[in-house]
């Protein structure tokens, strides 16, 4: 399986900068999880599929108290990373129940 291309894109980045603190890289956590989804690595769980369009979160725990939630969009190829959930958040899933972050 071949490595997956990041995308980052500036919603991403917005909602790190408010709900992780400026100290935190946007692109750098999003490239983290998504090298921990690609090799089901520690510190991230699916959580499910969000949309029928691809929408899918992963809860993320990283060392130093780094916890959230990501939506994101995958293909093949590509990983794009659309926003991020401090904890509190509740997320509808189409035909599914909610989950909270």
Same mark, same amino acid.
């Not at 809860?59 to 780094?66: I, N, S, V």
């Given at each position: 399986? #071949?490595?997956?291309?990041?995308?980052? #894109?500036? *919603?991403?980045?917005?909602?790190?900068?408010?709900?992780?603190?400026?100290?935190?890289?946007?692109?750098?956590?999003?490239? /983290?999880?998504?090298?921990?989804? *690609? #090799?089901?690595?520690? +510190?991230?769980?699916?959580?499910?599929?969000?949309?029928?369009?691809?929408?899918?979160?992963?809860?993320?725990?990283?060392? +130093?108290?780094?916890? +959230?939630?990501?939506?994101?969009?995958?293909?093949?190829? *590509?990983?794009?990373?659309? /926003?991020?959930?401090?904890?509190?958040?509740?997320?509808?899933?189409?035909?599914?129940?909610?989950?909270? #972050?």
């Amino acid at each position: 399986m #071949t490595a997956l291309a990041v995308v980052v #894109t500036a *919603h991403w980045r917005a909602r790190v900068r408010e709900r992780m603190g400026r100290e935190v890289a946007a692109a750098a956590l999003a490239k /983290t999880i998504a090298a921990a989804i *690609h #090799t089901s690595g520690p +510190g991230v769980q699916y959580l499910g599929r969000v949309s029928r369009s691809g929408k899918r979160i992963y809860r993320f725990a990283f060392p +130093g108290g780094l916890n +959230g939630t990501a939506m994101v969009v995958m293909d093949e190829r *590509h990983i794009r990373f659309i /926003t991020v959930f401090d904890s509190g958040w509740r997320i509808p899933r189409q035909g599914k129940r909610s989950v909270r #972050t």
